[in-house]
């Protein structure tokens, strides 16, 4: 029938091959009419209807409309924090989106508390080496980047590195990303001469796994020529 948890599941399966297509706009009004049934369904403080929520917010988030996704999450927030209590790993999950989406909005020292409310909460549950610490990690140097405490900034991104090392391995992509996060920090310290080895490393990385025509790879690239540029060594940034 038309208010069936089947067919919200169908829904939300529809929306994402929208945005997999690069038609995120179409995917809101799927995502809508999901909610609206799983609203009736489950109720609207059940945790299905939370991971409705947060798809919702996700096709937002696609469309640069960050207040909306913040209102949707602030959402999800008070419902596993009822639902699954404030120590619940899906809780810390709920707390990295939105700090994320603050991130967006520039209100970085929000950002912040939050992710650290994550961070906490995860490394209770989860243990030290689990893929959402290194998320934490990785969201925490980005965070504190952007509030130029490259310090704090260089060791969480180290840590985002060494804990997605373990749990994934070397030539993981979350590994290679955090790998490349750590170079962009280590060029915002102004120490370009430790971001270019990482660089070139991540470049021939990405190339093996990706293949060569890959978008990832061309955003390396770009990292990769920026650094060469700022090193004067203009001769090889210009190929990139």
């Given at each position: 029938?038309?208010?069936?948890?089947?067919?919200?599941?169908?829904l939300?399966?529809?929306?994402?091959?929208?945005?997999?297509?690069?038609?995120?706009?179409?995917a809101?009004?799927?995502?809508?009419?999901?909610?609206?049934?799983?609203?009736?369904?489950?109720?609207?403080?059940?945790?299905?209807?939370?991971?409705?929520?947060?798809?919702?917010?996700?096709?937002?988030?696609?469309?640069a409309?960050?207040?909306?996704?913040?209102?949707?999450?602030?959402?999800?927030?008070v419902?596993?924090?009822?639902?699954?209590?404030?120590?619940?790993p899906?809780?810390?999950?709920?707390?990295?989106?939105?700090?994320?989406?603050?991130?967006?909005?520039?209100?970085?020292?929000?950002?912040?508390?939050?992710?650290?409310?994550?961070?906490?909460?995860?490394?209770?549950?989860?243990?030290?080496?689990?893929?959402?610490?290194?998320?934490?990690?990785?969201?925490l140097?980005?965070?504190?980047?952007?509030?130029?405490?490259?310090?704090?900034?260089?060791?969480?991104?180290?840590?985002?590195?060494?804990?997605?090392?373990?749990?994934?391995?070397?030539?993981?992509?979350?590994?290679?990303?955090?790998?490349?996060?750590?170079?962009?920090?280590?060029?915002?310290?102004?120490?370009?001469?430790?971001?270019l080895?990482?660089?070139?490393?991540?470049?021939?990385?990405?190339?093996n796994?990706?293949?060569?025509?890959?978008?990832?790879?061309?955003?390396?690239?770009?990292?990769?020529?920026?650094?060469?540029?700022?090193?004067?060594e203009?001769?090889?940034?210009?190929?990139?």
């Amino acid at each position: 029938g038309f208010e069936h948890p089947i067919t919200v599941v169908c829904l939300v399966n529809l929306a994402y091959t929208f945005v997999a297509l690069g038609e995120p706009s179409k995917a809101i009004p799927m995502r809508l009419r999901a909610l609206e049934i799983a609203e009736k369904v489950h109720g609207p403080e059940h945790p299905d209807t939370a991971r409705v929520l947060t798809h919702l917010a996700d096709s937002y988030i696609g469309l640069a409309e960050y207040d909306k996704a913040v209102q949707l999450q602030e959402r999800v927030l008070v419902i596993f924090e009822k639902s699954v209590g404030p120590d619940d790993p899906l809780t810390g999950q709920a707390l990295s989106n939105l700090s994320l989406t603050y991130s967006y909005l520039s209100n970085y020292k929000k950002a912040l508390s939050l992710q650290l409310r994550s961070l906490a909460i995860n490394e209770k549950a989860l243990g030290l080496s689990h893929p959402n610490i290194a998320t934490n990690f990785n969201n925490l140097a980005e965070i504190y980047r952007s509030l130029a405490d490259f310090d704090k900034a260089l060791y969480m991104q180290q840590r985002a590195v060494d804990v997605a090392e373990k749990v994934f391995g070397v030539n993981h992509p979350m590994t290679m990303a955090g790998s490349e996060n750590l170079a962009l920090t280590y060029a915002a310290m102004g120490q370009r001469h430790k971001a270019l080895p990482i660089l070139q490393g991540v470049l021939i990385d990405h190339q093996n796994f990706y293949g060569q025509n890959h978008p990832i790879i061309a955003n390396t690239m770009s990292n990769l020529a920026e650094t060469y540029r700022e090193l004067a060594e203009f001769e090889k940034a210009l190929p990139l």
